[in-house]
């Protein structure tokens, strides 16, 4: 299958501080990739769409000012949480969408990231 | 908007038996059902899809099928062994709006143990 990285694993920060997770498709192009929020036990949460070279949709009641995403090419999208607090603690996870524009791509995940906000 | 409901949310089941976990979705024009393990601390890793013109798919130990007319899919894997343990999720695809989103609607998950 295709191969999606995300990096870091797993981070550690100060609160107040910004933390900038990336997810790359490393075998095809992505124009279109998800970031999801995961609590323990729980299923994912889609926060919001990220389609390369426009700007991302956000899920209801996600806050574009907190969680910055940028996709500023077909194999790269960014995550940036903004001054951190310890309620943005979770598990991160991107999914890129291979196939050509339309309804028939399949979605691929990153390994995910750990955010511990201290 | 589409709702996607999966049980058990828990399963445990003997190495060499078979486990089964069944999902319903709630919009009937969804076309397209992946199946996704994830072990502890990783991303989920896509196991098996199908698309609403089919109505089952087998690779190997793992089996889904489809019935349209119910609105329900389900998992099926044959002769567990413990590295199946894991959290199982179904997903829905929503119809495809034009909008250049492909968005999946997620069941909450099914713990999966094989006990040796």
């Known amino acids: 299958g295709a191969v999606v990285s995300q990096h870091p694993s797993r981070v550690i920060c100060k609160s107040g501080t910004s933390v900038k997770i990336e997810c790359r498709s490393l075998?095809?192009?992505?124009?279109?990739m998800f970031w999801y929020r995961q609590f323990p036990k729980k299923s994912l949460m889609l926060m919001a769409t990220?389609?390369?070279?426009?700007?991302?949709?956000?899920e209801q009641g996600v806050e574009k000012d907190k969680f910055l995403i940028n996709h500023a090419s077909l194999t790269l999208s960014t995550l940036t949480v903004t001054s951190a607090h310890p309620e943005d603690s979770s598990f991160y996870i991107c999914?890129?969408?291979?196939?050509?524009?339309?309804?028939?791509?399949?979605?691929?995940f990153g390994e995910g990231s750990r955010l511990t906000v201290l | 908007g589409e709702n996607v409901e999966q049980h058990p949310s828990t399963l445990s089941v003997q190495e060499g038996d078979s486990a089964v976990i069944k999902c319903t979705y709630s919009?009937?024009?969804?076309?397209?059902f992946p199946w996704y393990k994830q072990e502890l601390g990783k991303g989920p890793q896509l196991i098996i899809d199908?698309?609403?013109?089919?109505g089952e798919k087998k690779d190997q130990r793992i089996a889904v099928t489809l019935n349209k007319t119910a609105k329900h899919f389900s998992l099926h894997i044959t002769e567990t062994q413990p590295e199946d343990s894991a959290v199982y999720f179904c997903?829905?695809?929503?119809?495809?709006?034009?909008?250049?989103?492909?968005?999946?609607?997620f069941g909450k998950g099914t713990k999966l143990s094989v006990i040796p």
């Open positions: 075998d095809f192009q992505a124009t279109t």
């Open positions: 919009d009937s024009a969804s076309n397209y």
């Open positions: 999914s890129a969408r291979r196939g050509l524009a339309g309804n028939t791509g399949e979605l691929f």
């Open positions: 997903a829905a695809r929503t119809a495809y709006s034009g909008a250049g989103s492909y968005q999946l609607t």
């Open positions: 990220s389609n390369e070279g426009s700007k991302a949709t956000y």
């Open positions: 199908i698309r609403s013109n089919v």
